[in-house]
């Protein structure tokens, strides 16, 4: 039986950068993903961009992914959220109601970083699995759970191909259904916000000038985010039924109520490939780990994608806990005890935690038609737009470089 030091379960995003941290810190690695990664590939699989902080990115860069993807991505170098008003802050006479977010605010970024990277899903996955075939990390595909078991030393899973692989810690990087969460007993706190997102992409007659646009309307809120080629992704939030009904009716009806909301300011706007739906809820792991499991990215968190930040928790958790495991690991200590991974939880609860708690609020707060909460934020975005300190703190928040940064984020390899 093969004995490796970390056994990732989950694929996905976070999951792929962990392999490649860890594995570029000399730990020895196995992926396990049940999809069978052609169709993880595959145009139809997710219709998602997203918006990706300028320090996670940076991370990516250290793990020679960066490079790769930044052709492929749009700077997104400035920010408009306004509340209801379309097109709000970009009209030719704009309302005093709006945030505005520029790049160029941000004194500690390197390189004329923008404040995050719009990136299409579908490439981030691809850019990973080429580095991961790249860097021969074993990756099994597609392949389910069969039986998760520890003992004083090591974790196993029997896989259904009827192997069974051994380590000194299994990473659950499953996204928010986690049956090794669930098997280890850790408690989920979880609500759905009757609310599902409808994305698709559109390309544009005037050039977006890398500007992403958020306006918060009754029923949630709808995003314009610019890709690269003058294209946007468009994450339009509706309760769950109207969004059904939307991916239900032909292109032309849904164009109309597309334009709509979109306004027609960036001029003329045309649909490219299809419609997307995604339910919007809430998930909170109450344990980060548990035995010689530890749970990262959705797994642990899940929350809306109001403010574009939960693939960021995500690659932060990564960050931390790579720096974590390969400074163990290289101090000769065992990764899967609940000393070394008491550490990755204290750097990470607090961030985890208050980001779902204040996107919790804020889907709350806006997604909300009572025209006396929208007259009370409406000023309240408008006085939070005056102060220079307030929008840095959240441009830098946002961006994922506050608190004490793990090396990976600052750049740099562990
Ligand atoms: C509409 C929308 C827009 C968003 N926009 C943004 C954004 O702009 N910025 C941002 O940061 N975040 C955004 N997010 C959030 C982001 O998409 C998620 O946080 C992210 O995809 C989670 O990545 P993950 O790797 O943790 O999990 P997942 O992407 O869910 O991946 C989990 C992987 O594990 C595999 N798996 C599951 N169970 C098993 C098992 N038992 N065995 C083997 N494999 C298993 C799955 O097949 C999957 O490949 C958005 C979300 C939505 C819904």
């Known amino acids: 039986m093969k004995t490796y030091d970390v056994i990732i379960v989950g694929a996905g995003m976070a999951g792929m950068t962990l392999a490649l941290a860890l594995t570029s810190g000399g730990l020895e690695v196995a992926l396990v993903e049940k999809q069978p990664f052609n169709d993880m590939l595959d145009v139809s699989f997710d219709g998602r961009a997203s918006a990706i902080a300028y320090a996670c990115f940076r991370q990516w860069k250290a793990l020679g992914?960066?490079?790769?993807?930044?052709?492929?991505?749009?700077?997104?170098?400035?920010?408009?959220?306004?509340?209801?008003?379309?097109?709000?802050?970009?009209?030719?006479?704009?309302?005093?109601?709006?945030?505005?977010?520029?790049?160029?605010?941000?004194?500690?970024?390197s390189d004329d970083e923008p404040l995050g990277y719009m990136v299409e899903n579908r490439q981030m996955r691809k850019a990973l699995y080429e580095a991961i075939q790249a860097r021969g990390i074993r990756l099994i595909t597609p392949v389910s759970l069969v039986d998760h078991r520890e003992d004083g030393v090591f974790a196993e899973i029997d896989l259904s191909t009827g192997e069974t692989l051994k380590a000194s810690l299994i990473v659950s990087a499953e996204g928010r259904k986690s049956s090794l969460r669930e098997k280890a007993g850790i408690k989920y706190i979880n609500w759905d916000y009757e609310q599902s997102a409808v994305v698709c992409t559109v390309q544009m007659d005037r050039p977006h000038n890398h500007v992403a646009y958020e306006h918060f309307l009754p029923t949630g809120p709808f995003a314009i985010l610019p890709l690269n080629d003058n294209r946007a992704c468009i994450v339009w939030s509706e309760?769950?039924?109207?969004?059904?009904?939307?991916?239900?009716?032909?292109?032309?009806?849904?164009?109309?109520?597309?334009?709509?909301?979109?306004?027609?300011?960036?001029?003329?706007?045309?649909?490219?490939?299809?419609?997307?739906?995604?339910?919007?809820?809430?998930?909170?792991?109450?344990?980060?780990?548990?035995?010689?499991?530890?749970?990262?990215g959705d797994s642990?968190?899940?929350?809306?994608?109001?403010?574009?930040?939960?693939?960021?928790?995500?690659?932060?958790?990564?960050?931390?806990?790579?720096?974590?495991?390969?400074?163990?690991?290289?101090?000769?200590?065992?990764?899967?005890?609940?000393?070394?991974?008491?550490?990755?939880a204290k750097w990470r609860r607090f961030d985890n935690v208050s980001t779902s708690v204040v996107m919790d609020g804020f889907v709350r707060l806006f997604s909300n038609g009572n025209p006396l909460l929208r007259a009370v934020r409406g000023v309240g975005i408008g006085l939070f737009n005056r102060v220079p300190a307030l929008r840095k703190f959240v441009m830098e928040d946002a961006g994922a470089a506050t608190g004490d940064l793990p090396k990976l984020l600052r750049g740099e390899l562990v």
């Open 65 to 109: 992914v960066g490079d790769v993807l930044e052709p492929l991505s749009c700077r997104m170098d400035e920010i408009f959220v306004t509340d209801g008003h379309l097109p709000g802050a970009a009209a030719p006479t704009p309302l005093p109601f709006f945030l505005h977010f520029a790049a160029g605010e941000i004194s500690d970024r």
């Open 239 to 296: 309760t769950h039924a109207k969004a059904k009904a939307l991916m239900q009716v032909d292109d032309a009806l849904f164009f109309d109520h597309l334009l709509a909301r979109f306004g027609e300011f960036l001029g003329d706007i045309s649909l490219v490939g299809g419609k997307f739906i995604y339910p919007l809820g809430l998930g909170l792991a109450e344990e980060m780990h548990k035995g010689r499991l530890a749970l990262l």
């Open 300 to 344: 642990a968190h899940g929350i809306h994608p109001i403010a574009g930040q939960g693939l960021n928790l995500g690659l932060k958790d990564v960050a931390a806990l790579a720096e974590v495991l390969i400074e163990a690991a290289r101090l000769g200590e065992d990764i899967g005890t609940d000393l070394v991974l008491e550490r990755y």
